[in-house]
């Protein structure tokens, strides 16, 4: 997933990595949170002068030509035609096109704050996803715990209990785009983690192709050519094309190499904190008064539906 939220490589082995990370790996990490969590507030200065799928599209495209060109410099070449190519296209679709297209619709209502808020959310609908797709694994009751305090945070950032102010006010919808975006993403995950071994920059770079393919002719047919694009916004998409995307990946394999995916995982803890962080300096953003409710109770049913997966792979 070379975007928003991190993916774990298909030939990953967390048994390989029982070291401490290193201040080199924590680095890495944090370098990563903010990177990601920037990208909503990057998003939401794009749409000033472009629209949602424009943004989609070109941050795919883009995106897909810089790290295809760094999979080459690698050494690396893309997957060659065959099976896996069926989990390339779930990648692009389910981990960049339609979640990128989802939040960047849903961000011309809601504040980016909030659309990075919802990331937290991503591991807990890998939970069930995992536990009915991915052989081998199981659902304990800590992880069942966690899911209900995350999907009680949920109902809470959703603004659950006031759906008609929500519709009246149009961003009903935009909550629950953001929310669909990150099943879209934990959907994305899985598929990653079932597929083939495919060396991780390889595998990303050829999602964002068919990304773009999905995305390009969208936003062509539905949103025409962009107009003209002030500095600010062209900015922002040079950002988000390049930071999120190949920067971003880059980042990614390095720390899943030398720490193992168990670690890179701590990131989604970090997204939604600088989130919020750069919604509130940068763009003057106010937050409802249950939202950091919200946020508490998804970051805590995270935390306990991983910590026992945590402590077994340290154990390891």
């Given at each position: 997933m070379a975007a928003d939220t991190p993916t774990v490589a298909p030939h990953s082995d967390p048994r390989q990595h029982t070291q401490s990370p290193g201040m080199g790996n924590w680095i890495r990490l944090i370098a990563l949170g903010i990177i990601w969590g920037g990208s909503f507030m990057a998003v939401e200065l794009a749409l000033r002068d472009v629209g949602p799928l424009s943004i989609a599209a070109a941050r795919v495209?883009?995106?897909?030509?810089?790290?295809?060109?760094?999979?080459?410099?690698?050494?690396?070449?893309?997957?060659?035609?065959?099976?896996?190519?069926?989990?390339?296209?779930g990648l692009g679709v389910f981990s960049n096109a339609l979640p990128f297209s989802l939040l960047s619709w849903g961000?011309?209502?809601?504040?980016?704050?909030?659309?990075?808020?919802?990331?937290?959310?991503?591991?807990?609908?890998v939970l069930p996803l995992a536990f009915l797709m991915v052989p081998g694994e199981t659902l304990h009751r800590r992880k069942v715990i966690g899911?209900?305090?995350?999907?009680?945070?949920?109902?809470?950032?959703?603004?659950?209990?006031?759906?008609?102010?929500?519709l009246a006010g149009g961003t009903l919808l935009a909550k629950l785009a953001c929310i669909a975006a990150t099943l879209s993403y934990a959907v994305g995950a899985i598929i990653t983690r079932l597929?083939?071994?495919?060396?991780?920059?390889?595998?990303?770079?050829?999602?964002?192709?068919?990304?773009?393919?999905f995305t390009l002719p969208a936003a062509l047919l539905l949103e025409g050519a962009p107009g003209p694009v002030g500095p600010t916004a062209l900015t922002a998409l040079?950002?988000?094309?390049?930071?999120?995307?190949?920067?971003?990946?880059?980042?990614?394999?390095s720390v899943i190499q030398s720490a193992g995916p168990s670690f890179l995982?701590?990131?989604?803890?970090?997204?939604?904190?600088?989130?919020?962080?750069f919604g509130l300096v940068f763009?003057?953003?106010?937050l409802p008064p249950n939202f950091m409710v919200a946020v508490a109770l998804i970051l805590v049913g995270v935390l306990i539906s991983q910590s026992r997966r945590r402590r077994q792979a340290q154990a390891v």
């Open positions: 495209t883009l995106g897909a030509i810089l790290l295809t060109a760094l999979t080459y410099a690698f050494g690396q070449r893309l997957p060659r035609p065959g099976r896996v190519w069926l989990y390339v296209l961000q011309q209502y809601v504040p980016s704050a909030f659309a990075g808020v919802s990331m937290a959310v991503v591991p807990l609908f899911f209900l305090i995350g999907f009680l945070g949920v109902a809470l950032l959703i603004g659950i209990g006031d759906i008609g102010a929500a597929s083939p071994p495919v060396p991780h920059m390889a595998f990303s770079a050829a999602g964002l192709i068919v990304a773009s393919i040079i950002y988000l094309a390049i930071m999120p995307t190949a920067v971003a990946t880059l980042l990614l394999v995982s701590l990131v989604n803890y970090q997204v939604p904190i600088w989130s919020i962080i763009l003057s953003e106010t």
